[in-house]
């Protein structure tokens, strides 16, 4: 099912002539909006908070990508010599503040 079904959708003049109550509405209800111009699907329009959201989804989806992609490598490291790479990293940085 695309997203754009699952949606509620506006037309643009209605955007353009409702734009304060269109944002009051995408704060309370954080629900995205499909923008139709001519009867088409243009674009999303959604409250920051659930943009940031999904931003932030979408960061640790990539690492866990990146993740998979580097076990896939063999780019790993047993967690011993991870954890005292990684120590001695937070030790050369301490010392560097001193």
């Not at 999904?54 to 991870?82: N, S, Y």
Request: charge should be negative.
């Amino acid at each position: 099912m695309r997203y754009s079904t699952q949606v509620k959708s506006k037309s643009i003049s209605y955007l353009n002539a409702n734009a304060a109550e269109m944002l009051q509405m995408l704060s309370e209800q954080r629900e995205p909006v499909l923008i139709t111009q001519n009867g088409e699907a243009k674009a999303v329009l959604q409250d920051v908070g659930s943009y940031d959201e999904m931003q932030e989804a979408l960061a640790l989806l990539k690492c866990l990508a990146i993740g998979d992609r580097e076990v896939e490598e063999g780019q790993v490291h047993p967690i011993d010599e991870a954890l005292a790479d990684l120590r001695a990293e937070v030790q050369d940085e301490f010392k560097r503040r001193s």
